[in-house]
């Protein structure tokens, strides 16, 4: 599987825009990236997801270089509710359903009132 | 958007018992679900694949007889841990995917071996 590099923690402040990398430089053409969070207790939820072009959502933005070999999701404005483990993950689209997903250790972002 | 419901949310039981844990697809047909675990302050394992209608498939140090993965229907996998020791204490975690894109997940279940 190839692999992600994401920073062990961020912090940031609440109502300010956060930026979370995500280093892929072994991408291959056929893989997505994709980007689950994980609050405290619970399972992850899927965040946003893209192949080249970058992708807004209600919950955030995702940037992808041009080479594809990184990518940053973007929180446009945090709110405590944003504080999480952030994961980065690539994702075959041959794999579709029947692959699961191989998770990093991910960025624990840490949002100040 | 889809729903994946995971019970119980949390059990405390005796070592040497056995418990199961039980995945449900609410609003989709999942022919494939997942199971991860997850220990303190580490990131999710996948542990095995459930295939309706067929045998589960297990990841590398997985025992299979340790963790019972049954998928009777297209909604409903269970997973059970059998003979439970204290090490089996752990977040487990249940995902189904939808539309081949967006995995969802469910509450996870905290397991606690005494």
């Known amino acids: 599987d190839a692999k992600t590099t994401q920073p062990n923690s961020m912090e940031s402040n609440e109502e300010e825009p956060v930026h979370l990398p995500c280093n892929h430089s072994t991408i291959s053409g056929t893989d997505y990236i994709h980007w689950y969070r994980q609050l405290p207790s619970q399972g992850p939820e899927y965040v946003i997801h893209g192949l080249t072009s970058n992708v807004n959502n209600r919950m955030a933005s995702l940037a992808i270089a041009e080479d594809r070999k990184s990518s940053t999701l973007i929180l446009h404005r945090a709110t405590l509710r944003d504080a999480a483990v952030y994961y980065c993950i690539l994702r075959p689209y041959s794999g579709g359903g029947a692959d699961g997903l191989t998770f990093g250790k991910g960025t624990h972002l840490i949002i100040q009132p | 958007g889809a729903v994946v419901s995971q019970h119980p949310s949390r059990v405390i039981c005796k070592s040497g018992t056995s418990v199961k844990i039980e995945c449900r697809s609410l609003?989709?047909?999942?022919?494939?679900m997942f199971w991860y675990r997850q220990f303190p302050k580490k990131s999710l394992m996948l542990m095995a694949t459930?295939?309706?209608?067929?045998?589960?498939?297990?990841e590398q140090g997985v025992e299979k007889d340790k963790f019972l993965i049954n998928h009777a229907s297209l909604t409903l996998s269970t997973l059970t841990v059998t003979s439970a020791h204290p090490e089996d204490s752990s977040f487990y975690i249940c995902?189904?995917?939808?539309?081949?894109?967006?995995?969802?997940f469910g509450q996870g279940t905290r397991l606690t071996v005494v």
């Open positions: 995902s189904a995917i939808k539309g081949n894109t967006e995995a969802f």
């Open positions: 609003d989709f047909q999942a022919t494939t």
């Open positions: 459930s295939n309706e209608g067929s045998k589960a498939t297990y």
